[in-house]
């Protein structure tokens, strides 16, 4: 059984528990307060550089792979384009 599965079970029971009033209001918060104080726990105990290798091994096998090697610099300069210039006939904002 997965993790988030564990965790579903572990609230539904104490969720019933605090309904059939077996456990009190700040039982039931001390209860869920440990649980994540715990799983925050085991968390630190993960090195960081085993999950970030392992998000990189997942992330470049589901990126598409090219046919051919895209070239590190373009061959062809872009090309400038001439400036625009306005025809005179056009209405003018300001009185003359």
Known sequence: MG???DADRWLD???VDFSQSKIGFNDMKR???EK???SYRNGLKVTPQD???RSREIADARRPR???PVPATCADPPKIMPRTTFPAEL???RPV
Do not use: K
């Open 51 to 53: 999950g970030t290798r």
């Open 31 to 33: 209860a869920i307060r």
């Open 66 to 68: 090219l046919s051919a």
């Open 13 to 15: 029971a104490l969720l």
């Open 36 to 38: 994540l104080l715990e």
């Open 91 to 93: 209405p003018s904002d």
């Open 3 to 5: 993790y988030m599965q």
